[in-house]
């Protein structure tokens, strides 16, 4: 409990408060950086998570850039400081733009977790064709086994008013068919077209997909209806430009939509599942996802690939 109310204060300043340990991983499409670092804020050392990111330009400053501007002449011009390459009309350069108009985003996990190290550490991918056996045998024990209040801290935090309240787009605190739309902590709500929101159901039963049946239908097609008429009413996006999808298996086990803009792409990989995928296969067999085989890709250190490992199962290298 103490521990509890001590974190509750925690709000860094500056990485001066955390010690650099070592790259964790570098994203290629983006060249932002994923590192481990130690803090002492906690009272003992502990693990941080830092994400380095390019924040975006803000649309309204481009024009100052440039000359001809007044607010220009308050501000450091975009300076040419290295000339990389020139070839006839083809030019590319290092540049240095006025750091109030380059901000930083970083983002912070701290203190980070083993699991939260693990999901950020790049590792080899295995391929997981899940029968419904598999997931009776290894899968559900291992969503069930999961420490929920530590890890979904954050998600009922925002389900009970009590963090980004300011920032909810969409409340509705039914026990049962409830949800709350927020914009996700990966978009800043200022380009449209990497609009990003979370759906969260309020409901603590489905956990997973292979939880969802027949009966959830009316709720799902509800809380993606509720996203699609916010993206338009806020922020002006069309439902034609967006794209609302499940993870399977999710990394946190309390039933969430993931709706984007299609320009984001970042939808990749067999783990999104379509939320219209999903209430098409319901309609026509309300058990669909009790009953068929579903991909996940899982780290080769997962403990559902270490449990099958033990039992003989064989991945073939
Ligand atoms: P994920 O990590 O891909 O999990 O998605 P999943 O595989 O279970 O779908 C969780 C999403 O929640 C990510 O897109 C995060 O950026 C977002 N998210 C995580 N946290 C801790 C927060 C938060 O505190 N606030 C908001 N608004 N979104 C968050």
New binding site residues.
Partial sequence: MAEESQAKEIMPQSLADFKFEKILNIIPETQNMIVLATGNMTGKPEPALVFLLKAQFEESNIPIFFAGSEEGDKILPVEFLQNLQHNDKFYNFIGKCDPRLNPLFVKL?YPATPKDIE?YTPTKTLVLRETPEIYSKYVKSYIESRAVEKELK??W??LDGI??KE?VIYHDDDPETGFTI?????WDERNMKYL?F?VLAKTRKIKSLRDINGSHIEFLKRMKEEAMKAAKAKYGVPSAQLLCY??Y?????QL?Y?VINIERGDMRGP?CILVDDIIDNLQRDPEYYQKSNLTIPLSETHEIVSAMKADGFVFEE
Avoid: A, C, G, Q
Wanted: proline share 8%.
């Fill in positions: 996990i999901k954050w998600v935090n925002i963090s980004e920032r927020v914009p996700d902590t990966k990003y979370t499940v993870h298996l999710p990394s946190f086990m969430h993931h783990r």
